[in-house]
């Protein structure tokens, strides 16, 4: 029978021989016999390791020391189990043990030190490691753990020893010298460290910390495509290397490259790398690689992140401000709130709200930024647009002033600064203010026309043509400047109507001509008894005259069988384009669109019959029709032909244009029993008896524009005055004739033609309108100006009570007043010369039963006539369009398609 040595000696030959069933049977019968037994504790314990059953292995060694401490080798594999079960204080003292058994066994050592490290006791870690490499001075890994302990303690210089011996041990130890390229980078030898990394790749290519690292070296060495090259190469190994994506995505976004720096910033986000700089630099790039949608989401996950960051809030507010402005504005106001001494968000606040079309919502952010930075010059300048939008061109002016002295030789502030004056009527101011916009650039376009607005303000038509002149060769191809002439050949007396008519075939042959050649072939059903859709186009729908004759139309448009259509010129809905924009089955703003666009736009609607309103005035867009987006095209409410073959029509009637007239027309003229038609005007004050009761003298007056008061006009007046002794002359419009060189040049006409200048009474201006009615019950008798008459201010001082002597000539525009008093039967008023206009005017005031009779009597007239019924009238018109429409249908339906 075996003894227990020999029993001890073959189960140590089946645990060898990876017999371990029969091993681990012998060491338990061993262990039956001898209990006490250190070395079958001990084997058997090694084998319950192998078996992964620690708990047992460390309960089997932990006997066999009990039985005999002396022994290394059983603190060492005690060590290594309770190292297994997570026991790692415990493991530390069972290496030391070992380690006092055995001084020189470099493993036991090294795994002493490693426990060391791993519970924070670097400065025993260290001393441990260096013990090794006493006994083991090429044992690499210690040499570099040694480092990697000393660099923690913040013995950096001890670290990049110990790392260089590593690396002389074991010159392809990769690890070693990217160890020493940290600890050099930390002494601020970055060239050193740049050698340390490259080491590191050639020794292991697959340190993907060393390629992040080269790439940040390459990055900061300007290096760019080695940068790239370094990171991708990182991201090749390890894709989910976050550092490799951030400097990725960093060189990428100074290379211009957005949409993939933009990826690479995505990628560090999702791979944990949140922060708000790496937000704030994915919207950045997004939104300048024109995804604004994803720089707005990248911004709010940063406003999410940190919302007391007022830098994410302005980020976000700028992002948004296209794609979605309710988000943009409300971003401006936590920035504003945030940082409320920073002008930045208050001026994007004020901006947006501004492109929001709510200039008296950006009025108070405004003023904010003008009172944190007094010295910029762009907030005075919006403040300065902001109240013109608002009508309160005086402050305005102000405004601009102010942005004048911050920038002296800004045309933008100069010319607006003098349109401003313009439009309150300080005439002087504001031709100085033009003058100055010319010195500045004297090719200003504009500056030039409204010069020549001011001239034909004040009289001085043949200035006025030479400054539309000068305009149009400046810049022959301006269409503003040309329909500036034409419009100021209505005023001007000396302009016969063959000339006018020829300056329009002129603007045709310029500007409308070759759009012709643009024109699409119609796509509509020719069917004649359809739905019409029919379009307005207008920059008059808002509070104007043009805007009062049309709203009777639109509101009793019969839209079961016409589909009506705006499409609308204006800034912003005041309450009369919210009112007609009730009245239409759709609204398009068009104040963003170029001519060819609106057209397309009008094309692609399906509109059969476009209305072009007033396209001769103001902002209008008479060369739409050029690009012939509608079968039928009609002219309403122009003061004379359009002058472009591409409209069929224009709406008159017979007395504003009678048959065999010497007004020539590119369209067909379409006479209606009456033009105009015209709402009760509701609030208007109650007319007042005759002045002439009470002061025992008549007074003459006329509220037209002064551009249509010529020399000859205000001759024919004093005449007037002169036949009527006593009598005064009353002249307003808005406030111009606050200017002294506008009523001082009526008063030297009066006074040349013999007239008292004292006869002559310029009233404040008032804006409200029934304020301006109300100025009518001082005035006997109106007088009208031609060849431009009056046409809503007629209307006006006819409901007044106030009877207007008017002298139609050959156009158009000077027989407005002539049809008004037709259609209600007074025709007694209507001068076929200027001798009839006195001999009218002096009859009138003659007889004053007469003059308190019609003001007794003529609101009653106008209330009852023709122009007052808007039922009538829409049925007139759209008559008209069926007519015209079925006209298409039969003849240029097959022609056009």
């Known amino acids: 029978m075996a003894t227990i040595a020999e029993a001890l000696a073959i189960a140590a030959d089946h645990h060898q021989a990876g017999r371990l069933a029969e091993a681990d049977a012998l060491y338990r019968r061993i262990l039956e016999a001898d209990p006490e037994n250190a070395p079958a504790l001990h084997l058997l314990g090694v084998l319950a390791a192998q078996c992964n059953a620690f708990e047992a292995a460390a309960e089997l060694i932990g006997q066999a020391i009990r039985q005999d401490a002396g022994v290394a080798d059983y603190h060492r594999h005690h060590a290594m189990a309770l190292d297994r079960l997570g026991r790692t204080e415990e493991a530390a003292r069972s290496y030391a043990a070992a380690a006092e058994l055995a001084p020189g066994h470099a493993d036991t050592l090294f795994n002493l030190g490693v426990l060391l490290d791993r519970l924070g006791r670097r400065d025993e870690a260290a001393d441990v490691y260096g013990r090794v490499l006493t006994g083991a001075p090429r044992h690499a890994q210690a040499a570099v753990n040694r480092g990697m302990a000393l660099r923690a303690q913040g013995r950096v210089e001890e670290a990049v020893d110990s790392f260089a011996l590593a690396g002389r041990s074991d010159p392809g130890f990769g690890m070693a010298w990217y160890q020493q390229s940290l600890a050099l980078a930390a002494l601020g030898r970055t060239a050193d460290s740049a050698v340390a990394l490259r ?192 009508e309160r061109g005086g402050e305005g002016v102000d405004a601009y002033r102010r942005a004048l002295l911050l920038q002296p030789d800004d045309i933008g502030a100069s010319f607006n600064r003098a349109f401003d004056l313009q439009e309150l009527g300080w005439i002087e101011a504001a031709t100085a203010g033009h003058h100055h916009t010319l010195v500045l650039d004297p090719a200003h376009l504009d500056s030039l026309s409204n010069l020549a607005v001011m001239m034909r303000v004040s009289g001085g038509h043949k200035d006025m043509a030479a400054a539309h002149r000068r305009a149009l060769s400046l810049q022959p191809d301006s269409v503003a400047a040309h329909r500036s002439l034409l419009t100021s050949t209505l005023y001007d007396p000396g302009w016969t109507e063959d000339r006018r008519h020829d300056e329009r075939r002129r603007f045709e042959a310029r500007h409308a001509r070759p759009l012709y050649a643009l024109a699409k072939p119609s796509t509509n059903d020719p069917d004649p008894k359809r739905r019409l859709r029919v379009g307005y186009l207008s920059a008059d729908l808002r509070e104007h005259p043009v805007a009062r004759n049309l709203e009777p139309i639109l509101a009793n448009h019969d839209h079961d069988r016409f589909h009506v259509t705006a499409y609308a010129g204006v800034d912003r809905l005041d309450p009369m384009g919210e009112r007609l924009k009730t009245h239409t089955d759709r609204w398009r703003p068009i104040n963003d669109l170029g001519d060819a666009e609106v057209a397309d736009l009008i094309r692609a609607d399906g509109i059969d019959v476009l209305v072009s309103v007033a396209g001769g005035f103001d902002a209008n867009r008479p060369l739409v029709a050029a690009y012939r987006p509608a079968p039928v095209q009609i002219s309403l409410y122009d003061g004379a032909s359009s002058g472009l073959s591409a409209v069929d029509a224009i709406l008159t009637d017979r007395v504003m244009t009678p048959r065999n007239g010497a007004e020539r027309f590119a369209e067909r003229p379409v006479r209606l029993p009456t033009l105009f ?50 009598s005064r002359l009353v002249l307003k419009y808005k406030n111009l004739y606050a200017a002294p060189a506008l009523s001082g040049r009526v008063r030297d006409i009066l006074a040349a033609e013999g007239v008292d200048p004292a006869r002559l009474l310029t009233p404040a201006a008032v804006q409200e309108r029934q304020h301006h009615l109300a100025l009518y019950n001082g005035v006997d008798i109106a007088l009208d100006p031609f060849p431009f008459c009056g046409a809503t201010t007629s209307f006006e001082a006819l409901w007044m009570g106030v009877p207007v002597v008017t002298l139609p000539g050959d156009s158009m525009m000077s027989r407005w007043s002539a049809s008004l008093l037709s259609a209600i039967g007074m025709t007694e008023l209507i001068a076929r010369t200027p001798d009839e206009v006195v001999g009218i005017a002096v009859a009138l005031a003659a007889d004053p039963a007469r003059l308190s009779a019609l003001r007794r009597n003529l609101r009653g007239r106008m209330a009852a006539a023709s122009f007052m019924d808007g039922r009538r009238k829409a049925r007139q018109v759209e008559r008209v369009y069926r007519a015209l429409w079925r006209r298409w249908c039969a003849t240029g339906a097959a022609t056009r398609r």
């Open 199 to 390: 080491l590191a790749v050639l020794a292991d290519p697959s340190l993907t910390g060393a390629h992040v690292n080269l790439g940040n070296l390459a990055q900061a060495a300007g290096d760019g495509s080695a940068a790239v090259r370094h990171y991708r190469h990182a991201l090749r190994l390890d894709p989910g290397q976050t550092g490799a994506w951030r400097g990725l995505a960093q060189q990428l976004h100074g290379q211009g490259a957005l949409s993939a720096a933009a990826h690479a910033f995505a990628e560090a986000i999702r791979l944990g790398g949140g922060e708000p700089l790496l937000w704030d630099a994915l919207g950045i790039c997004r939104l300048a690689s024109g995804d604004a949608p994803g720089a707005v989401r990248a911004f709010q996950a940063w406003t999410t992140a940190e919302p007391a960051d007022s830098e994410a809030q302005f980020a976000l507010s700028v992002a948004a401000k296209r794609t979605d402005p309710a988000v943009a504005e409300r971003a401006c106001v936590r920035t504003a709130r945030l940082a409320a001494m920073d002008h930045r968000p208050w001026v994007n606040l004020a901006l947006l709200r501004l492109a929001l079309g709510r200039p008296g919502d950006a009025l108070v952010p405004l003023r904010m930024v003008a009172a944190l930075r007094p010295e910029l010059f762009e907030p005075w300048f919006n403040l300065g647009l902001c109240l013109r939008a608002l």
């Open 677 to 726: 038609v015209y709402s009760p005007i509701d609030d208007a004050p109650d007319v007042a008896p005759s002045p002439m009761r009470t002061r025992g003298s008549v007074t003459f007056g006329s509220f037209n524009n002064p551009a249509k008061q010529s020399d000859a006009v205000l001759a024919l007046w004093a005449r007037v005055l002169k036949a009527v002794p006593e």
